[in-house]
């Protein structure tokens, strides 16, 4: 086999696929020499907090932290936060788990401290121990809508 650790790569990601893929190419691939492009089309606010699930989704797969009977959140999270915003009023349509919450305080933290989009992201990769280069595709605001 060819030795690719010296290989350069950009990927261009978003959604569980993406992650999985990207999961792949960190075993042939020196995670130091992996930069992903990101997308955002998808983030939201939700109960005030900046939420990236396509950012997230390959933060915890590369950092081995996602529930792989689900393909989505954090292995063995728990609901206690959602069930008891559910029991306030709240819909809990978007299941968030308490340890995935902490991301999103962290990264609504660092976003409110000034950070852009593109730092928070990198800090919280580094947090996670990972070496990739994860860069959002804009720090912007940017949102898909579809009209019917």
């Not at 999985?20 to 997308?39: A, H």
């Not at 699930?53 to 999270?77: F, H, N, Q, R, S």
Request: aromatic residues 8%; negative net charge; proline residues 3%.
């Amino acid at each position: 086999m060819e030795d690719l650790s010296k290989l350069k790569v950009t990927a261009l990601a978003g959604g569980v696929g993406a992650a999985k893929f990207l999961r792949g190419l960190i075993e042939v691939v020196p995670q130091e020499n992996v930069s992903i492009i990101g997308n955002v089309g998808d983030d939201l606010t939700l109960y005030g907090l900046h939420i990236s699930p396509d950012l997230d989704i390959v933060m915890y797969t590369l950092a081995d932290l996602v529930c792989k009977e689900k393909g989505w959140g954090i292995e063995e999270d728990s609901f206690n936060c959602l069930n008891m915003l559910s029991r306030y009023g709240f819909d809990p349509w978007f299941k968030l788990g308490d340890t995935d919450l902490a991301t999103h305080i962290y990264r609504t933290y660092l976003l409110k401290s000034g950070l852009t989009l593109s730092q928070a992201t990198l800090e919280l990769c580094r947090k996670l121990g990972l070496k990739i280069r994860l860069i959002p595709v804009t720090d912007d605001y940017l949102r898909t809508v579809i009209y019917s």
